[in-house]
């Protein structure tokens, strides 16, 4: 399984309840048992970071683009960590 983080802007997620809207639900970050929304990070410039864990890209960039994110890179994750613990991956 891979790992890829998406930088970009999502329109009208810099709002809280929209952002809240879009994410919330298991089904909104849960896109099939092998594909996982595993992070979006909203930035003060109006960016977003999304982290996605699956099969393939192919999965995630279906995901940015039925969710309307104006897509800036896609870029595989490596290594990473996330408190204390270290993964590598890929």
């Given amino acids: ?48 970071l999304a982290e996605c864990h699956a099969n393939q890209q192919a999965d995630f960039d279906a995901w940015l683009q039925q969710k309307g994110w104006q897509v800036e890179s896609v870029t595989p994750i490596t290594h990473l960590a996330r408190t204390g613990e270290i993964w590598q991956v890929g």
Wanted: no cysteine.
């Fill in 1 to 48: 399984m891979g790992r890829w983080i998406a930088i970009g802007k999502a329109p009208g997620w810099d709002d809280l309840a929209t952002f809240t809207d879009e994410l919330k639900a298991t089904t909104k970050w849960r896109v099939d048992p092998r594909t996982t929304i595993t992070s979006v990070i909203a930035l003060a410039d109006g960016r977003m």
